[in-house]
């Protein structure tokens, strides 16, 4: 799934990397827990979480993900939004709550560990 | 690469902030150095475990990474309290963590195992009182 349709489907916001949109993620991960993150995700996900500090980002360069979605409206720090510049994450913000996050994004075909047709 | 290289780092305990700021450090430098993405990926996340422990638990300490053509060692060492129970703490769940930590997002008890998942080779030399040493290796092939 393009993360332009990420963004679309979560009616995001984009806060960094406004020209990755363009790249693809193949799986998510809807978590708080930043070492259940480490435990499970595969390459080129996307990770939802509601927690926002600079570990979510340290986390995701240390996992290769692509992209980064707060949930419930939460604003990172600019400090946060500059370690995801430099390591060439897209940051996004949506209104949502992670559980709806989480399953319209399921529900329109980024599933677990799946590599699936574009949408 | 004949002699191993060395990169050698202050993990600094006072501000949770800054926690994983050498794992990546290190994890730039190893893609520098073209190693496989995957060993990357694999010592990263070891290290920014331990890292992470050594500035939750330990007020943290230092950590050294030794690159040969063979494998990577990574050494995290610390004057911190010690592991009670080193098999406990091994275990998924199991954590000493704070309602404060967990609010940060770590202390779900996947520390220690997540470093075992990810390194080849493993050891913990820990004493009461006195601090702990922990060692990974991750082979290149």
Known sequence: MKISTVKELLNAKVLCGEDELDRHVYSACGCDMMSDVLAYVKDQAVLLTGLVNPQVVRTAVMMDMVCIVFVRSKQPTEAILTLAENAGIVVMATDMRLYEACGRLYSNGLQKDEVKEDV | ?141
């Open chain 2, 1 to 141: 690469m004949s002699e191993p290289l060395v990169f050698h780092y202050d993990v600094d305990g006072t501000d949770f902030t800054s926690a994983g700021t050498a794992s990546v450090a290190v994890k730039k430098s190893l893609r520098q150095l073209g190693l496989p993405s995957e060993v990357i990926r694999k010592l990263s996340i070891a290290m920014y475990e331990g890292e992470i422990n050594m500035v939750i638990h330990a007020s943290g300490g230092t950590a050294d990474v030794i690159v040969t053509e063979d494998y990577v060692d990574i050494v995290l060492k610390d004057q911190g309290p010690g592991i009670e129970d080193v098999d406990k703490a091994m275990q998924e769940g199991y954590s000493t963590a704070t309602a404060e930590i967990h609010s940060l997002g770590f202390g779900a008890g996947m520390g220690l195992p997540n470093m075992k998942r990810y390194s080849d080779e493993m050891s913990i030399e820990t004493e009461l009182g006195v601090g702990t040493t922990v060692k990974m290796r991750i082979f290149i092939n």
